[in-house]
């Protein structure tokens, strides 16, 4: 069984639409958790992190649910640049990050 | 923040032969990982360099196949050995602490 589990979508939106996904997994020890983003051919950086009461960054909403060890983001008004794949980590109560596969949300015009 | 380099970007390689890459950071940090992503899946830590001190390797990844250097706080080497087509993949030098994990930007490899 995978760490990190994602649903690799693609979810495909037009703008201004609302998206959003989930990620689950499995060390219930896990102490920290991220959303990242990977653009095509680059390197995957920091969306944000995510804290047990939930947090909103913009557009851009996580919510974490520790009973059931799942992670979610929401996208709300969709834009063209948020195209992109994003990967849920997950942070042990060691140093090591553990990644999901990605889902890809592709927003077209 | 963190600003890394790697070098080569890409490469394309025949079976057998070794590659080094490179990774640079513009300040000190105590640790810095050495990741392989392969073609549509996640992130795979392959081991943790330490400055002073042998790296240390996950799970299906040994020294003899992936020689890591660390000589300074600032550098780091991962060398992919006796290469066959199923090491074709990115590898990613990566260093963090906290809440964030900073990334190069990938060193493409082929493996022919």
């Known amino acids: 069984r995978k760490e990190v589990e994602q649903d690799p979508g693609p979810f495909n939106v037009p703008e201004g639409a609302t998206v959003a996904f989930n990620c689950t997994y499995s060390?219930?020890?896990?102490?920290?958790f991220f959303w990242y983003r990977q653009d095509c051919r680059k390197e995957p950086k920091l969306l944000m992190s995510v804290y047990s009461s939930g947090n909103e960054d913009g557009r851009f909403t996580a919510q974490l649910n520790r009973a059931s060890q799942y992670i979610s983001l929401l996208i709300r008004d969709s834009k063209l640049s948020d195209s992109a794949t994003y990967l849920c980590?997950?942070?042990?109560?060691?140093?090591?990050?553990?990644f999901g596969a990605g889902t890809t949300v592709t927003v077209r015009a | 923040s963190a600003v890394i380099s790697q070098k080569p970007s890409r490469d394309i390689c025949q079976r057998g032969t070794s590659l080094t890459i490179q990774c640079q950071v513009d300040?000190?940090?105590?640790?810095m990982f050495w990741y392989r992503q392969q073609p549509g899946q996640s992130l795979t830590l392959i081991a943790t360099?330490?400055?002073?001190?042998?790296?240390?390797?996950e799970s299906g990844f040994v020294i003899d196949k992936f020689p890591i250097s660390r000589p300074n706080l600032t550098f780091s080497t991962l060398t992919v050995s006796n290469m066959s087509p199923e090491d074709s993949s990115i590898y990613l030098c990566s260093v963090g602490s906290g809440t964030e994990q900073f990334f190069g930007p990938g060193t493409r490899l082929t493996v022919l």
């Open positions: 980590v997950v942070r042990g109560n060691d140093y090591k990050l553990s």
């Open positions: 060390n219930s020890a896990s102490q920290s």
């Open positions: 300040s000190q940090v105590t640790m």
């Open positions: 360099a330490n400055q002073g001190s042998e790296a240390t390797y």
